[in-house]
């Protein structure tokens, strides 16, 4: 039972665009959630997060809004360049309970 | 140096044999996890520990146990693997203040049981 979902594996952008990549849940007690990268052969790491009392949160060219009344997540990156290109795992939790991820989405940045 | 190191980085075994696989971390943090990564399932808990004499089952810990021998290590092991234990093992820390956490992971163990 799935309940972090990331409906779409992969994405391709042209450098300069928006790159949208898309996460909804199921859990609504989850109030804590963050976007991890994750480049060949290395570990995830993390990259952006955001709680349950705020709608928005941005860093840089990073930004991730929240829907909580449609339990769904977006993480913006604008504008993409080509070393954005890696697997975005999306992550919730319940504070101080363990954390569920997506499945992933493997976002191409093409120059 | 990393802070979150991973040993072996590619294991191969066999049907049935045991193996450990370790985790050491420098970053200070209580807490630390351990997690599978499958094609198309993402990450999934295997086992976590907030501290030293603390273990706790995550979402598929059958067919795994852990032992945090210190707050800086803690290892997984399979006491007989079976070929769907091959996936991507990560682990990974956190400070354990409490609340809401960032988890900062290692690079990885690459395990193909035969």
């Known amino acids: 039972d799935q309940q972090v979902k990331q409906n779409s594996p992969s994405l391709s952008v042209q450098e300069g665009r928006i790159s949208i990549l898309n996460c909804d849940y199921t859990n609504s007690m989850f109030d804590y959630f963050l976007w991890y990268k994750k480049y060949p052969a290395e570990g995830p790491t993390f990259l952006i997060s955001?709680?349950?009392?705020?709608d928005k949160n941005e860093d840089g060219r990073f930004t991730v809004f929240l829907n909580k009344s449609a339990k769904h997540l977006s993480l913006h990156i604008v504008p993409s360049q080509p070393g954005d290109s890696a697997v975005y795992f999306c992550?919730?939790?319940?504070?101080?309970?363990?954390?569920?991820f997506g499945a992933g989405t493997r976002l191409t940045v093409k120059p | 140096d990393a802070d979150v190191t991973q040993t072996p980085r590619n294991r191969i075994t066999k049907t049935g044999k045991r193996i450990m696989l370790e985790c050491s971390q420098t970053k200070g943090h209580d807490r630390m996890y351990w997690y599978r990564q499958d094609p198309g399932l993402g990450l999934r808990l295997i086992y976590y520990s907030f501290d030293v004499k603390d273990i706790n089952k995550g979402e598929i810990s059958d067919g795994y146990s852990v032992s945090r021998q210190a707050q800086a290590k803690f290892s997984l092991s399979l006491e007989s693997a079976i070929p769907n234990q091959t996936a991507l093992y990560f682990c990974?820390?956190?400070?354990?203040?409490?609340?809401?956490?960032?988890?900062?992971f290692g690079p990885g163990t690459r395990l193909l049981v035969l």
């Open positions: 990974a820390t956190s400070p354990g203040s409490g609340g809401w956490e960032t988890q900062y």
């Open positions: 955001i709680s349950s009392i705020k």
């Open positions: 992550a919730a939790s319940e504070k101080d309970n363990d954390m569920r």
